[in-house]
């Protein structure tokens, strides 16, 4: 049973975008279009340019954010403030996602690569509101983005919380390699599995894989 794998986990921490909601909903597609937006002006650079760049900051530095302070020196909270003003209406509240959740043992935290703010909406938007112990963006990592592992450090300090007594979701593979090697259970929350060394487990189903585990 999977559930055998977990009965030492006490903090369960969860990834915002394409986790704790479906692909379907797309809201990162309204990101990427705000992200873009904002790098042509802050830059000064074409639609086409600002797109390239965007693609190169989250591949070599994690997020687009992580880029352009490192490349340009951006200042982040308006960037944050900025990119994460979309609409949500495309969420829908999630009652047996919710249930699942708040079932869990222990504590119960979003970390996201996103700002606080817009983590708190997107949950309040999925009926998911109220059932965490705390909710971190990538500001409480002082703006260094997973998958560096000096991110879920700085986070994972700020809570207090144990590595080995914790599991960790998320639908970007890259995102699970240090959780992994800081002795974290590692669940890939996806469509289609990606196999790899640092990955425990995956579902395409989050809320039938948490009921297995109470």
């Known amino acids: 049973m999977v559930a055998a794998a977990f009965t030492h986990v006490r903090a369960w921490v969860f990834d915002l975008d394409n986790t ?14 705000r992200m873009t937006g904002y790098v042509m002006e ?3 650079v074409t639609e086409g340019e600002a797109d390239r760049l965007r693609r190169h900051y989250w591949r070599d ?11 340009h020196d ?34 119960r935290i979003v970390y996201t690569n996103g700002s606080e703010p817009y983590a708190q909406r ?5 009926g998911l509101g109220g059932l965490f ?21 700085a986070v994972f300090a700020l809570d207090g919380l144990a590595p080995e007594r914790g599991a960790m979701f998320e639908d970007d ?6 959780p992994h090697a800081m002795g974290m259970r590692t669940i890939h929350v996806a469509p289609a599995p990606h ?10 189903d989050l809320t039938g894989f948490l009921s297995q585990l109470v």
């Open 20 to 33: 704790l909601y479906p692909p379907e909903a797309r809201l990162f597609d309204q990101i990427e279009r």
């Open 173 to 178: 593979t890259r995102n699970l390699a240090a």
């Open 42 to 44: 802050a830059l000064g």
């Open 133 to 153: 112990d705390a909710v971190y963006g990538v500001e409480h990592a002082g703006y260094r983005p997973k998958p560096e592992q000096a991110a879920f450090e």
């Open 61 to 71: 530095y994690g997020t687009t954010l992580a880029g352009l302070m490192a490349e």
């Open 195 to 204: 196999p790899a060394d640092h990955i425990h487990h995956h579902t395409d």
């Open 74 to 107: 951006l200042d982040p909270e308006p960037y944050l403030a900025a990119v994460h003003d979309i609409d949500l209406g495309h969420l829908v509240p999630a009652p047996e996602l919710a249930l699942a959740i708040a079932r869990l043992p222990g504590r």
């Open 122 to 126: 997107v949950l309040a938007a999925r």
